[in-house]
């Protein structure tokens, strides 16, 4: 690392100067009659690069539960908890935390779903995800996560950048920013979002103080898939041709005159755009998938939603994209959670589950990680009346699962005491979940450093350790 | 400080338990010095001397660094020397980042100061003083040195600039061409290029001063402050919304425009500080005053359900503290939120003394319980006398239309007895409700629409941001005079509905209901609802503008109904079917999760009362609000009534509309709170308290015994001229402007892990003229732009490519990439579009659909500005932080949510599609092509020379023959192409002008040429 810490600084240099560009060698193959050529060359802030140690996993699908679904209702079995329904919650309990909107004392409140082992493992999964209970030997669940903050937006952040407040670069960024990209003619860092964007807005793929270069794109449901990608009225594929190459016609008579590298990068990126209107079109374009994989996402050729998401993500890390982040709003159940968890659940098991076994059947899985997640859980005691009973928002032990790429499945770590609501033994920060997650894919969470402010900035701040019980 | 104590005191015991060796004599030299050598001085030696501690010199060893004392002697437990080495507080430990010393090593340590520390005078240096680091050293001004050639400095930073290549064996590059210089001062200093005449008009100006005279031109132009604003929003972190999930609209732009103003009259930045950091509480204050304190209410704000208020309000200090340092220190004094800064000069005590200055301002968020609001001291902004005329009349017209209304509602007094007395006896018994089956119901966005037993429809299962129902039901009534529509609701539904937007809100917003019956869409009128939103009346669901609707908070989680009349009975012998369309496209899933339809028979009157008004009348006794509502109601029956209660209304509308803006200040409490370090920067975890201070390692408060220790003080301190870093810092901003990065590369950052400026003498002597010439910003940027380095060309050069391969030296100028509101500025000027008018409220540009679709409360509507507004310049965008201007986004700008000092540069695929493809974009690439098309049928002049002109209007230099060959080339080929497709031709530009409408199309695709260039983008 520490030769690429010399590098960074040259690239740190770069950035501030605007030289974000090819390099000399590209320079003079563009000078040369070699037009459009875009090998990544040393500083290129996008190429790939290699990390630390050998990667587990190459590419990321992160998938965020906006609103953070019930883990008590989904992965945690609590037959005490259960027993004790309508019960007040203990004293000590209620005055031992800060709640977002219960303000009197509860009712504890148990799971309203049956909940069973499943596979060699025998890890619990509740009956609303019987698909992905069925790769429960392929998952290793973290029951004992920990985060900082009770209102979804910051907790939103300090999930996606290691920090509750704004300016720090997401995890998407910082993965790029360390392993650069595998494909030329998609973005490295994809954003697909279904329902509403999540409180804390766009920032949850932004760069932070990182180059601009790593922030994450979004991959749009309505209008144009990637923002300004198709051509205004009138303009056919022939002619964007045509001026394209016209543009970089000029531009090039500009470099020959000037020298400028920042020319011969902009004649690029232009090549880009244009094979980007194909490229990006052709990967949405879901109707060349088989009825089978169809009916194995529940997805609709070329249609919206998460299962068609959850196709895309595996059609993303098929291209070499770097890091695919999935959002889907809506779990966010303070009342009548019942029937809200339950169809939210149902509209995603079918399609997560597909996700893993159609990139395990093509062989992706072992190089891509996937993880599902959330800011926060849900408290074991209930919001409201029993009868629309709902639950407040939970930080202090909560659940996230990932699988493939170098995790080890059909582990649970960590333990929770009989309500749900306090972790036992081994809890497991923010933090360490960055630093696992970055550990798979083959760098040291403390060499991945940015400095900024005088600061050499890290995606796990001051702290965390990979959880060494889910390496395979 | 109380925490390490208390550590220390643990490990002190256990250290004395575990060493029990027997004391010996330590030889400092021999044992202790070789200890402190190998493990100490790479941090606290004579060259680096982190946290303003050496300990290689005996003076300065015991003196000890930021944090006081070092070495006590006799006393390891109160020696920090000791206690570093064996503390187990995070961060704390010493050697920092390195494996702990060796148990024995630590004896040896411990037992040389419990014998009396004795150190040799001979050992080590005898330094007394710590070399200060350069950055808090105040600036002098600085002999011009000696250079190789007098002729070409024109002003003193040239001298500078030229010394150092010469020392580096470089010489400078030529002065750039005339066209070319015009346009980089234009975009330097207003940001957007000069006219097509313009540029004619400065290259024909053979006056020895024609340069300066435009300088001075652009300096007092006033969209010099709007150019210049951009950088200082960006510190401030100018928005318009909170930020986070309940990320509503803030009326901020006041301050947006007291800056643009301060800097077109270049108020000396001492002044502009002071006003913005503590404007309130200078004696008597201004309005403008008041409006500068804008700059600390710019903070991001949580206001989402259920979060702590206290805490909120700490964040905003915290970020304000910081955002201080960063923009008037250039110091990360951030880090020492947490703990003792690790390598400034900077120790957590004096984080939290700095804080006190700005912990006295009142909490920023109103509510209780969970429901929380963006709240806080703010003013009225006065406008013009003309304004004001006009608002003075306006209330005047408004107390007259008043005293008509009570003129007429006093002729109808007799009147309501007598109605009061049919309204007892009138009875809706004619009036009979019949439910609809419903036979058919679609949702078009995917939600699952489930027919339930009672002949309602409940919405399942997906829920869709926006969606319009189709529900189609069948009756065999034979007459039907009217409709009840009912949103009923339902366990399923969030907060049991009626809508389907939150539990906390199941609000839904309808913004159209018709009912369709044989191909003919039925009139429905008289509108009656049980309950309406204010603002949100039903009749609006019925009146075909989906901009306006029906909702119903705050009165969620029960059902709601709303009755309508049809114009004609339909009469019918056999069944007829009836298709209903909601249309609920507001956003946010705020959809009706119930629906049900009934028919009504009978006569209810046009202006019949509601059920509500006949009971009122019905009640034996009334209380005053009951009556007073039974009054309105027969009001609104007397039509002379009605017409003056509309002239009321639109008085009061107007207004309003007049109303003085508001402007977010700072304002300080009478009984100032008390401020508490934090321990390692926890919330609540409160330390020792502490009194407002300034970090000791600069200069020295203004009186040392002053009382005021408020924000005041403190501006004044800033921007006092003992400040070494505040001139320093801002002149290197400014330099980095223009020079595309500063002389400090990092600009954000002076101290010790900071960059060492490349011209330290042109630094200092830059910073000591700004503060002379009193604080004038102008004067530092015609000094910048009137100087021979400033006018060098910008044309790589073989023997630099390897003497100065990032352009250290200035041997010739930077190329640099335009920000994301100059390219747009630079776009609508050379469009012909731009409009310069200034101030007020934010612009609205186009954007694609969906970009504001984030979660949380009463989000604002992106309505696009029509006509010039939204052809006016980019400061004036409206900022929203959880979705900022995209076509800003893909050019690097921030999202606003905290202090951002210098913007990355990057160059990417997402901003040639947005150049090419925006629809911002290409409107300003039409409104191009057509005034070239109009300007080439209007003069007889040769397409070489359109193409010539074009390209001039463009970038504003000649094009070569070459380049003009390639444009040429375009445009005959694709009227050629054009003229073959008349189908795409016509796609391309419409119906505009048939006879050359070909040529039109070519001249598109030239402007999106030219407008697409690296050099169209690029300050040159």
Excluded at chain 1, 42 to 55: G, Q, V
Excluded at chain 1, 116 to 142: K, M, N
Excluded at chain 2, 795 to 811: I, S, V, Y
Aim: charged share 25%; glycine share 8%.
């Amino acid at each position: 690392m520490t030769k690429d810490l010399n590098l960074e600084l040259t690239r740190r240099e770069l950035f501030r100067t605007g030289g974000m560009g090819l390099g000399a060698s590209a320079l003079m193959s563009l000078l040369g009659n070699d037009v459009g050529a875009t090998e990544p060359s040393f500083d290129n802030p996008l190429r790939a690069r290699h990390s630390d140690y050998p990667a587990r996993a190459k590419s990321v699908i992160y998938i965020h539960m906006i609103g953070a679904p019930s883990q008590l209702d989904l992965y945690v079995d609590k037959p005490k908890l259960r027993e004790m329904t309508g019960e007040l919650c203990p004293e000590e309990l209620f005055n031992s935390q800060q709640f977002a909107f219960i303000r009197s004392r509860p009712k504890m409140y148990g799971s309203q779903f049956k909940f069973r082992q499943f596979g060699e493992s025998g890890q619990t999964f509740s009956e609303l995800i019987p698909e992905i209970g069925a790769l429960a030997d392929d998952i290793a669940v973290i029951e004992t996560m920990h985060g900082e903050q009770i209102n979804h937006s910051p907790a939103q952040l300090f999930m996606q950048t290691g920090f509750g407040r704004f300016g720090r670069p997401s995890m998407g960024s910082w993965v790029t920013y360390g392993l650069g990209s595998e494909n030329e003619n998609l973005p490295s860092f994809v954003v697909m979002v279904t329902g509403s964007v999540g409180g804390a807005g766009n920032s949850m793929w932004g760069s932070g103080f990182l180059p601009t270069i790593y922030q994450g794109v979004e991959f749009r449901a309505s209008g144009d898939p990637v923002l300004f990608l198709s051509n205004p009225r009138g303009v056919k594929k022939a002619d964007r041709r045509k001026i394209v190459d016209t543009i970089n016609q000029l531009n090039r008579e500009q470099l020959l005159d000037l020298g400028d590298p920042e020319i011969a990068t902009r004649i690029g990126q232009y090549e880009m755009a244009y094979k980007m209107q194909s490229s990006v079109p052709d990967l949405m374009d879901t109707s060349g998938e088989t009825e089978d994989t169809h009916a194995l996402y529940g997805s609709k050729p070329n249609a919206t939603g998460f299962a068609n998401n959850c196709l895309l993500a595996r059609r993303l890390v098929e291209r070499g994209v770097r890091f695919v982040q999935l959002f889907d709003q809506g779990w966010d159940h303070h009342s009548n959670i019942e029937k809200s968890i339950q169809n939210k659940a149902k509209s995603v098991d079918q399609p997560i589950a597909a996700l893993l076994k159609d990139l395990k059947q093509r062989g992706l899985l072992d190089d891509t990680l996937v993880i599902c997640g959330s800011e926060f859980g849900r408290t074991p005691m209930v919001q409201g009346a029993l009868s629309s009973a709902g639950r407040d928002h939970h930080k202090d032990c909560f659940s996230i699962w990932m699988a493939g790429g170098g995790v080890r499945g059909g582990v649970r770590v960590g333990e929770s005491d009989d309500l749900g609501f306090s972790i036992t033994k081994d809890p497991v920060s923010v933090h360490d979940f960055h630093a696992t997650v970055l550990h798979l894919l083959g760098m040291d969470h403390t060499a991945l450093t940015y400095k900024y402010q005088g600061r050499q900035f890290r995606l796990t701040d001051v702290a965390g350790e990979p959880v060494q019980q889910i390496l395979s | 400080m109380i925490r390490r104590t208390s550590i220390y005191t643990a490990l002190v015991s256990l250290a004395l338990v575990s060493t029990q060796a027997i004391a010996q004599q330590i030889d400092f030299e021999k044992q202790v010095w070789p200890i402190l050598q190998s493990n100490c001085f790479d941090c606290h030696g004579e060259a680096i001397h982190e946290g303003n501690l050496r300990l290689d010199a005996k003076t300065l060893a015991f003196r000890g660094g930021i944090t006081g004392i070092g070495i006590v002697s006799g006393k390891p437990d109160q020696s920090p020397l000791y206690l570093r080495l064996v503390t187990a507080a995070e961060g704390e430990r010493m050697p920092a980042e390195r494996e702990a010393l060796a148990e024995d090593q630590i004896d040896v340590i411990r037992q040389w100061i419990e014998q009396g520390a004795k150190w040799p005078d001979s050992v080590g240096s005898d330094a007394t003083e710590i070399s200060r680091h350069w950055a808090y050293v105040s600036p002098s001004r600085p002999e011009l040195p000696m250079v190789s050639d007098f002729q070409w400095p024109l002003n003193p930073l040239d001298y500078f600039i030229l010394q150092k290549l010469d020392s580096k064996g470089i010489s400078p590059s030529s002065r750039i061409d005339q066209r070319r210089l015009v346009r980089r001062v234009y975009l330097d200093l207003v940001g957007y290029p000069p006219t097509y005449e313009q540029v004619e008009h400065f290259v024909n100006d053979s006056s020895p001063d024609a340069y300066q005279k435009l300088v001075e031109g652009l300096l007092a132009s006033p969209q010099y402050g709007v150019r210049w604003a951009r950088p200082w929003l960006d510190l401030a972190r100018y928005a318009d919304s909170n930020g986070y999930q309940a990320d509503q609209y803030r009326n901020v732009w006041p301050f947006r425009d007291w800056v643009i103003n301060a800097l077109n009259n270049d108020m000396p930045f001492d002044q502009f500080t002071i006003e913005q950091i503590a404007g309130d509480l200078l004696d008597e204050p201004t309005q403008s005053q008041q409006i500068a304190t804008g700059f600390h209410r710019l903070t991001t704000l949580n206001v989402e359900g259920g979060t702590d208020p206290e805490l909120s309000r700490l964040n905003q200090v915290i970020d304000r503290v910081n955002t201080t340092a960063t923009v008037w220190l250039g110091s990360t004094i951030e880090c020492s939120q947490c703990h003792n800064h690790k390598y400034d000069p900077f120790s957590q005590k004096e984080y939290y003394e700095l804080l006190a200055y700005f912990n006295n301002t009142p909490i920023e968020v109103s509510g209780k319980s969970s429901a929380f609001n963006f709240y806080g001291p703010t003013i009225n902004v006065n406008r013009s006398l003309k304004e004001r005329r006009k608002y003075i009349a306006a209330e005047e017209k408004k107390q007259s239309v008043q005293k008509d209304l009570e003129k007429v509602t006093a002729q109808f007094d007799e009147g309501y007895g007598q109605w009061l007395q049919e309204m007892k006896t009138q009875s809706t018994e004619s009036q009979e409700w019949h439910i609809l089956r419903a036979t058919n119901a679609v949702s078009t966005n995917g939600a699952t629409l489930k027919i339930l037993e009672d002949h309602s429809v409940l919405s399942t299962g997906e829920n869709p941001d926006k969606d319009v129902y189709e529900i189609e039901f069948t009756s065999d009534l034979p007459e039907i005079t009217g409709f009840k529509l009912e949103a009923l609701t339902h366990d399923e539904l969030p907060g049991k509905g009626p809508g389907r937007f939150t539990a906390e809100r199941p609000n839904f917003v309808l913004q159209e209901f018709t009912l369709h019956h044989g191909g003919n869409v039925l009139k429905l009128s008289d509108a009656l609802a049980d309950f309406s939103q204010t603002n949100f009346e039903v009749s609006k669901a019925i009146d075909g503008d989906e901009s306006t609707a029906w909702a119903i908070a705050p009165q969620f989680s029960k059902p709601h109904s709303a009755e309508f009349l049809i114009q004609e009975a339909i009469e019918s012998d056999s069944p007829i079917t009836l298709k209903a369309r909601l249309v609920m496209n507001y956003g946010g899933s705020r959809v009706i999760g119930r629906v049900r339809l009934s028919a009504m028979t009978g006569q209810r009157k046009s202006n019949a009362p509601s059920k509500r008004i006949l009971d009122l009348a019905a009640k034996l006794e009334r209380n005053a609000k009951e009556e007073q509502e039974l009054h309105n109601a027969f009001l609104k029956l007397q039509p002379e009534y009605v017409q003056a209660q509309k002239a009321v209304t639109d008085a009061e509308k107007a207004l309003l509309a007049l109303q003085a803006p508001t402007a977010l200040v700072m304002s300080e409490m009478e009984k100032p709170r008390e401020t508490y370090l934090l321990i390692r920067g926890e919330y609540k975890n409160n330390g020792d308290r502490v009194l407002a201070s300034t970090p000791s390692i600069l200069h020295a408060q203004l009186e040392e015994d002053s009382e005021q220790r408020d924000r005041l003080e403190l501006a004044r301190w800033l921007v006092s001229p003992e400040n070494p870093l505040v001139a320093r810092v801002t002149v290197n901003r400014w330099w980095a402007e223009f020079f595309g990065k500063g002389m400090v590369v990092t600009e954000e950052d002076f101290g010790s892990q900071g960059d060492l400026p490349t011209h330290p003498e042109l630094l200092d002597w830059l910073a000591v003229e700004f503060m002379e010439q009193g604080w004038s910003m102008k004067h530092i940027h015609r000094l910048i732009v009137n100087s021979a380095t400033y006018q060098q060309n910008s044309k790589a050069r073989p023997d630099l490519q390897e003497l100065d391969p990032t352009n250290r030296w200035l041997a010739r100028m930077p190329r640099m990439r335009m920000s994301a509101e100059g390219i747009r500025d630079t776009m609508l000027q050379i469009s012909g579009l731009l409009e310069l008018q200034m101030g007020g409220e934010p612009i609205y540009p186009p954007q694609p659909a969906g970009i504001w679709r984030h979660v949380g409360r009463n989000a604002p509507k992106y309505n696009t500005s029509q006509q010039t507004d939204r052809y006016r310049r980019g400061v004036y965008v409206i900022w929203r932080r959880s979705a900022p201007y995209p076509a800003f986004t893909n050019f690097d700008a921030p999202d606003r949510t905290s202090c951002v000092v210098s913007r990355s540069r990057t160059n990417t695929p997402l901003q040639a599609l947005t150049l090419l493809n925006d629809p911002m974009y290409w409107e300003m690439t039409q409104a191009l092509g057509q005034h070239l098309h109009q300007r080439q049928r209007d003069g007889a002049v040769s397409l070489r020379e359109m193409v010539s002109y074009a390209f001039m209007r463009t970038v504003s230099r000649k094009p070569s023959e070459r380049e003009v060959d390639i444009l040429s080339n375009l445009y005959i080929e694709t009227v050629a192409q054009l003229s073959d497709r008349p189908a795409d031709l016509m796609e391309l530009v419409g119906q505009k002008d048939k006879s050359a409408s070909a040529e039109l199309g070519a001249w598109y695709y030239l402007a999106n040429v030219l407008l697409n260039l690296d050099e169209t983008i690029t300050r040159n």
